[in-house]
Every structure is written in structure tokens, then in C-alpha cells.
């Protein structure tokens, strides 16, 4: 293995690392210190995505085998975003780490050469739902899996002895095919490694095993905190840094070539944050709960353009404000599983209710419905007739959340301001339907 793995020089002070994914660490991200060398980041995916700064930021990444999978299905979108900026940090010398105990692995099919004899359509779906499989493909790299875990293994780099003599154990092995190699091997319980490291661009990626049991936080913590005193050291010991002075170009070629690279840099940057406006409106539809009932009145204040303020007897509410700070509307956010809850109707009327309100103060009702479809389509379903009709009488407006988000759609694209916004929100009732072409549309329709 080549030992000279070049760094971003950004790194070389202290290192920067982040934590990703509940997958890796469960609920205990706040229990999560900062190493003496290092400032660490923890971000409990999917909670918190839009947090993610460029991956080109930190020393070392660790994650979860399959982070972006989960009962709610595999988040395709921000995996291959992540993905992406997992090139973009290899290239600047990053160390990204997969951890992994149980994963699935392809079937096996005597046919399929190509593939390290792994069935192709088993390929396909786990390059879809597991960030590791999809790199390890590119790497030529087959995962296998027993029965029973590996719990003892040789220990082949030292460093790592304090944390996989403890939580080194996974169901999991490797074994290359085709033009794969194992740049340095760390762990194996025989010629088939659990865990390896391997040189990409100027960077890093590790695979490792970590039997995490998440119902005891004290030894998860430690489990977590070992790994990252091991790796950071392994990185140490493996880098090779070059003076500040060297940095800049030697060859008349490679100068030209690097304000290509620079340029291609800037227009990607500009890319990304025209498309991070559009991801975060697309969060809010994934969103349940607690989360949601958070996001949803920040999003309308920065995205919208109009004033809101937090309830004060329910968690789920909040006001709507005019320019003076009054507040002309009461709102509830509330999210279901299937279909948008005629209870949830109701709870807002009470709620207008238990404020002294009359029954023509505004009410607002932002129902997030049909969080576990497969698909946009299957989600984007329309308010029950009867349910709007219900609330139309009562003097309450219903928004999907896919209205909410096109509601913005709308106002960037010139289509109706935050004055208007404000004055169709506060005078409607019944369901704001808002279609895909940004149509807005108010049921029912009163003659």
C-alpha cells in the first residue's frame, strides 16, 4: 500500500471529524464530546440532514454501513448527494470510515463473472439502499456474510487492538474480484478481511466491524470513542504532509489544470446552492412529528416571508404574525401515515377554542399524510371531500405540506408575493390545494 495518503492542509492543526447517522450512534449524539485533537460534529441523520456541511471539511468521516436506509425506506436523494461529496473529500485527502455488524449481502450466482459471481439484480437493489455496497462495487470488493458473527479475528494493524479486541465483531467479511485489492489489511478472521483500509484519490476509505448494542449507552459511547482514537491515529501514522510552500504549482501544465479544477469547483459550489433550497422543502415532506411541528413555522417565516411565533399551551401550534407582531392566525401541524385525520380538524378547532377565540379567527391546519409511500406520487394524494367540507364550515384551512412547499415554489418563481400569501392564508377556508404546474386552488369552491 502506498503510505504517502496526502491531506487537506486544513486538517493538519486539529483534526475535524463527523459522526453520521443514528445508525452509528442511536439517540446519544448530545453525550458525544470532542476529542483532545479533534473537533467533532454529530449529525443524527435523517434528523438534522441540512446541517451537513462539504465532507472536503473534515480529517475523518465515520458511518454507518447503510446509513441513508431505514424504516422509512432508503433516502436515495441525500445518498447520492453524499455520495457526491464523498468524492469531492477523497480528493482533498478526507478518511471517510463504514462501520458494520449484519448487512445484507447479494445472493450468490455462478453466471455472473462480472460481478465477483453475486446475483446482478441483488447488486442493483443494495446499490440503491447501502452507501458501503455501492463503493465497494467500485472498488471490486464482495461482502460476505455467516451465519453466526466473527468474534474473534487477527488483529493485523495494532492500533486499532483497543477497539476490536472489544467491539470488533460483525456477520461480515470481504474478498476482492476482477482487479480488486486490499491496500492494507486491518482485521480478518482468515484470508477474508473484516476490515480494511484503501487508498482513493488522495484519501482514505475503511471499512471496520463495531457490534454497537444500543441499549447500553455507556459502552456505545466508549465503543464510539475508542474508534475514533484508533482511526485518528491510524491517519497520523499513514499521512504524508507537504510544506505550504509545495502546494503551489511546479508545472506549467498543472497550473493551468488546477484553475480548470478551480473554476469547475466554483460552478459545482454555485450548483449546490441553487439545489439546497429545493432539498429542504423536500425534507419537510419526510418529516413527522416533532421535527415537523419545529421546521414547519420556521420554514414559512424564512421561506414564505411571514412573521411566526411558537404556541404557548401545545407543542404543535403556532401564530401567524402581521407586520405589527400581532398574531392574526392560529396553526397546527400535524402528520399521519395515511391519510390526513378529520381528528386532526377538530383538535385545531379546540385549540382555537381553549385560546378564547372566536369561531372566525383564522385556523390553520399544515397536515404532513402519507409519510411512508414508496414514491412522490403516492404521496402527493388529496384532502377527503367531506374532511375539507368539514373544515370550510368550521372556518379552518387545511394545507398538505406538498401545498406548503409549492406555496414557495409559487413565490420564487414570481407567482404570487408573501403580501398575497399572507392575505390568502388568513381569509381562506377549506383545503389550499396547490397542484403540481403551482396552481392554487381553493376547495371547496364557493359560487
Not at 458511518?63 to 425506506?73: E, I, K, L, S, V
Not at 462501520?99 to 450466482?109: F, G, I, N, S, T
Not at 432539498?279 to 421535527?291: D, F, I, N, P, S
Request: proline share 4%.
Amino acid at each position: 500500500m502506498n503510505n504517502g495518503v496526502n491531506v487537506n492542509p486544513a486538517t493538519i492543526s486539529k483534526h475535524k471529524v463527523l459522526l453520521f447517522g443514528r445508525k452509528l450512534f442511536s439517540d446519544y449524539e448530545s453525550r458525544i464530546y470532542s476529542h483532545s485533537n479533534a473537533d467533532i460534529d454529530v449529525i443524527p441523520f435523517p434528523d438534522e440532514y441540512y446541517d451537513l456541511k462539504r465532507l472536503a471539511n473534515y480529517t475523518l468521516v465515520v458511518t454507518d454501513y447503510a446509513p441513508f436506509h431505514d424504516q422509512r425506506g432508503v433516502h436515495k436523494e441525500q445518498q447520492n448527494i453524499f455520495d457526491k461529496l464523498a468524492v469531492e473529500a477523497l480528493e482533498a485527502g478526507t478518511t471517510i470510515c463504514f462501520v458494520h455488524y449484519d448487512e445484507v449481502v447479494p445472493r450468490e450466482d455462478q453466471y455472473s463473472h462480472s460481478t465477483g459471481y453475486m446475483d446482478e439484480d441483488d447488486c442493483t437493489e443494495l446499490k440503491e439502499s447501502q452507501l458501503g455496497f455501492r463503493i465497494l462495487s467500485k472498488l471490486s470488493i464482495r461482502p460476505l456474510r455467516a451465519d453466526q458473527p466473527f468474534l474473534t479475528s487477527t488483529i493485523k494493524r495494532g492500533v486499532f487492538q483497543p477497539f476490536l479486541s472489544k467491539w470488533g465483531a460483525s456477520h461480515n467479511c470481504f474478498m476482492t474480484y476482477e482487479d480488486g485489492k486490499f491496500d492494507d489489511i486491518i482485521v480478518g478472521p482468515s484470508e477474508y478481511p473484516m476490515g480494511f483500509s484503501m487508498q482513493a484519490r488522495r484519501g482514505l476509505i475503511i471499512f471496520l466491524p463495531f457490534q454497537r448494542d444500543f441499549k447500553r449507552e455507556k459502552d456505545l459511547l466508549q465503543g464510539i470513542h475508542t474508534l475514533l482514537d484508533c482511526l485518528l491515529t491510524y491517519i497520523t501514522k499513514m499521512q504524508e504532509t507537504l510544506p505550504d510552500w509545495s502546494t503551489t504549482s511546479f508545472f506549467k501544465e498543472e497550473e493551468l489544470l488546477y484553475k480548470e479544477y478551480q473554476q469547475i469547483e466554483e460552478d459545482l459550489q454555485r450548483k449546490s446552492d441553487e439545489i439546497k433550497p429545493f432539498a429542504v422543502a423536500k425534507q419537510l415532506l419526510c418529516q413527522a412529528e416533532y421535527k415537523l411541528e419545529q421546521t414547519v413555522p420556521d420554514f414559512i417565516q424564512e421561506h414564505l416571508g411571514i412573521k411566526t411565533e411558537r404556541g404557548d399551551h401545545y407543542a404543535e401550534d403556532f401564530w401567524i404574525l402581521n407586520d405589527s407582531g400581532e398574531r392574526i392566525a392560529i396553526c397546527e401541524v400535524k402528520s399521519h401515515v395515511k391519510g390526513c385525520k378529520r381528528s386532526s380538524i377538530y383538535s385545531i378547532f379546540s385549540h382555537r377554542d381553549t385560546n378564547k377565540l372566536d369561531n372566525t379567527f383564522p385556523a390553520i391546519l399544515f397536515v404532513n399524510h402519507h409519510i411512508q409511500t414508496a414514491s412522490w406520487a403516492a404521496k402527493d394524494r388529496p384532502i377527503n371531500k367531506e374532511d375539507y367540507q368539514v373544515a370550510a364550515k368550521d372556518n379552518i384551512l387545511v394545507l398538505r405540506i406538498e401545498d406548503l412547499v409549492r406555496l414557495w415554489a409559487a413565490k420564487r418563481n414570481g407567482l404570487i408575493s408573501s403580501d398575497a400569501l399572507l392575505i390568502t392564508l388568513t381569509t381562506s377556508k377549506g383545503w389550499l390545494k396547490v397542484d403540481s404546474s403551482l396552481n392554487i386552488n381553493l376547495l371547496p369552491v364557493v359560487s
